[in-house]
């Protein structure tokens, strides 16, 4: 899997190359706290309905794939057990307050957990991923998305975390649901949009409280890596959907993604490893926490 993460390296510098990072060492991470929609999701509508949706099969119990997400993945390489993490994401959530929802957005999930009594300390990573359901569900602007990550990163913040793992959006224009669509080429300006305000956003907000320990996932060059140099990354397919119905293919692991919007496992272990390559260059890790 290494010469996956050679694959987008230069994505990531010149991601990163906004930020300037103090060089301080901190205590190990000891827990994930993880906040989102169906790309971290672990089982939460899963029972919330009862164990009906997503379907297992061909769903992987609850999970938006075939198998495992990403930040289980990433939970391995850093040596941190199912006590250890909390994970409130939640398959189509939006970034915004929507109350009367059945789905709690990204706010509603930091509001959730910050609500006292919290448990909020500097040795936990807070993992925040989220802004693809507000664009496919038909928002038309960037700004408000990227606000809303924003003020969820800001009440983490304020309840006194300190240590974020977020992450940008993929191509949305480009997943097999839409690039066929009448709104590819619109998906894709968003996502620019949204990728360079949060990229923008977060800029200021380091300056502004250095303290903040920020890391960031690109997943936008990692997916977009994996469409131009599929062969880096052991894939055949990086356009179509390996499930159709309830009929999955036969080759899931050559398979960008799983069915029309969302990543095969395959993806994920990889969106694990470069989350874990981003961390491990800034934090102290867990004993016994090793590369992928």
């Known amino acids: 899997m290494k010469k996956i993460i050679v694959a987008i390296a230069f994505g990531l510098v010149a991601f990163m190359a906004a930020f300037a990072f103090s060089t301080q060492r901190f205590e190990p991470i000891d827990k994930m706290v993880v906040f989102g929609d169906s790309l971290s999701d672990t089982g939460m509508v899963f029972r919330a309905t009862g164990g009906s949706y997503p379907p297992d099969p061909p769903y992987f119990r ?4 075939n198998g495992r997400v990403w930040v289980e993945y990433l939970a391995d390489y850093l040596r941190l057990s199912a006590n250890q993490i909390n994970n409130f994401a939640y398959g189509g959530a939006t970034t915004g307050n929507n109350i009367s929802s059945l789905v709690p957005s990204l706010l509603n999930q930091v509001q959730a957990f910050t609500r006292p009594p919290s448990q909020i300390n500097s ?12 664009y496919l569900q038909g928002a038309n602007d960037a700004s408000t998305p990227v606000k ?6 800001a009440a983490l913040s304020k309840a006194g975390a300190r240590r974020f793992l977020i992450a940008n959006l993929p191509n949305l224009g480009q997943l ?12 894709t300006a968003l996502t620019q949009a949204h990728n360079q305000g949060l990229r923008r ?8 409280q ?23 990354f052991e894939f055949t397919n990086v356009t179509g959907a390996c ?10 692991k050559q398979f960008l993604f799983w069915d029309g919007i969302h990543p095969t496992t395959a993806t994920h272990q990889i969106l694990g490893e470069q989350a874990f390559t981003v961390i491990k260059g800034r934090l102290s890790l867990p004993a016994g926490a090793s590369a992928p």
């Open 243 to 252: 499930v159709s119905g309830a009929k999955a293919c036969s080759n899931p």
């Open 210 to 232: 250095p303290e903040l320990e920020m890391m960031v996932l690109d997943a936008n060059a990692l997916y977009q890596a994996a469409i131009t140099q599929p062969a880096q």
């Open 62 to 65: 609850g999970r938006y794939s």
């Open 123 to 134: 040795t936990t990573l807070y993992v925040v991923w989220a802004g693809a359901n507000d």
């Open 201 to 208: 956003s977060l800029k200021v907000l380091n300056q502004q």
């Open 148 to 153: 809303n990550v924003m003020d969820a990163i």
């Open 176 to 187: 097999p649901a839409t690039r066929s669509d009448v709104n590819s080429a619109s998906l």
